[in-house]
């Protein structure tokens, strides 16, 4: 029978830590970490001010694989791509993670999981997360229209200054007109 441990709510996660153990005892792991602590995120922000709140519950599920779920929750800044500003970008990661030995045995998980490949039997907790966030990050991020400059408003709207009722010449019509000469 596995004991039930009550979540950990601090603010010192383990660096590292064992699925195979967690997930026998049924241990639920909350706390927060710096987002400076993620080099490759930090890099693909505008800033790396906030923390990242990991709340995770180990288990072992019935064909005996170590299992977490659980959530990621940030809010980072990433560049605007209107404006070039910093703006704010909620990250809300559901997971539902399979601690794996090596990548053949990550070929075989169902598809319900994202495979977690453990070095020595070992996970490190902060490249997990990092690696989480980085594929929530959006591809393309903008303010809302309201919340940019209004100086890159006005160069990144999508209306022009020039009236779109404007009559333009069709540049084959002089050659239609050479052509009427012609005959």
Avoid at 78 to 100: G, I
Avoid at 134 to 143: C, D, E, G, Q, T
């Amino acid at each position: 029978m596995a004991i039930l441990f009550p979540a950990m709510l601090n603010d010192t996660l383990p660096k590292y830590f064992d699925p195979r153990k967690y997930a026998a005892q049924e241990v639920a792991l909350e706390g927060r970490l710096p987002l400076s602590v993620f080099p490759e995120l930090s890099a693909a922000l505008a800033s790396n001010e906030g923390d990242a709140l990991i709340h995770l519950n180990f288990r072992v599920d019935e064909d005996r694989r170590y299992i977490a779920t659980g959530s990621i929750t940030a809010t980072v800044q990433v560049e605007c791509q209107r404006c070039l500003e910093a703006a704010p970008v909620d990250l809300e990661v559901d997971l539902c993670v399979c601690f794996v030995y090596d990548e053949d045995h990550a070929k075989n998980i169902p598809s319900d999981y994202d495979p977690v490949v453990m070095t020595d039997g070992e996970v490190v907790l902060a490249n997990m997360v990092e690696q989480e966030l980085l594929l929530a990050l959006p591809i393309v991020a903008y303010h809302e229209e309201s919340g940019c400059n209004p100086v890159a408003l006005k160069y990144a709207s999508s209306t022009d200054d020039a009236p779109d009722d404007e009559n333009k010449p069709n540049p084959f019509s002089i050659l239609a007109e050479l052509k009427a000469k012609k005959n």
